[in-house]
């Protein structure tokens, strides 16, 4: 998925006891978070909103953010991870969008995909004719729609899901894949660019169509603030967590450098144990690892997650967005219309 914060697919787990009783107070926080990234520092904000107020979250890494990241390059801070806020204009709000926009000011730029055909360049130098490119866009578009009601049309389960390069063969579109240069940028830039994947192992259900788009409405934002799109985070935690002056989160609450590696649950609560043998008790853990780390059975669940959590975790790939950042000594590009 192209890292952006609403499209970001990190999976969220509710282990509970069948029968848990309230732990008494002082015997152990009442819910454990596993993760201090977007999903879990929002839960534990909801948890709180709800009155629960005996939370504890176990973070592997040194530093509250998860995959929303800054990073210094060319004397410029620059985001590793959530770049986008994906989902604007449409009927419904993107909840992402107030916080970014209005609460926080964070520096943003409308994301104008429209000018790609007119900036679609030859290998031997010079761009391709904007009116041809447009007719090759306007048919993968076309298909795309048509791949959305097939896709409608699919058992919800999943099922019968197919491959995205399976759809654009079922109607007749690159039936051997992209084999022009331009079919080939305008395939990448439908898929490969949004999803990180080759549109042959794409899934069609998941993204046809793709769910922040059909809720919040089709236009991007990209974030591009010095103070980084991590100031998000810290400020839904400095809701009900405490932090100093310069908004670094130091509640007690917030463990780092804590790596979780067992999982035990039973009809008395939960035990979560981490890499430098630390143990704490709950009765209930929200997991809010990445897909990947679930895949990768760095945490051992005792027992077993269920047949039906094991099939939908490993049902989906994490995909590796690699974001590359190259600073020239001029602009060479035009910018009249951007």
Known sequence: MKPSFVTAIAALLLIAAQHASIVAAGKGPRVIIVGAGMSGISAGKRLWDAGVRDLLILEATDRVGGRMHKHNFGGLNVEIGANWVEGLNGDKTNPIWPMVNSTLKLRNFYSDFDGVVANVYKESGGLYDEEFVQKRMDRADEVEELGGKFAAKLDPSGRDDISILAMQRLFNHQPNGPTTPVDMALDYYKYDYEFAEPPRVTSLQGTEPTATFADFGD?????????????????????????????????????LNKVVRQISYNDKGVVVTTEDNSAYSADYVMVSTSLGVLQSDLIQFKPQLPAWKIMAIYRFDMAVYTKIFLKFPKKFWPTCCW
């Open 219 to 255: 236009d991007a934002n990209f974030v591009a603030d010095q103070r980084g799109f991590e100031t998000i985070i810290y400020h839904i935690a400095g809701q009900y967590l405490r932090s100093d002056k310069s908004g670094n989160i130091i509640d007690p609450r917030v463990k």
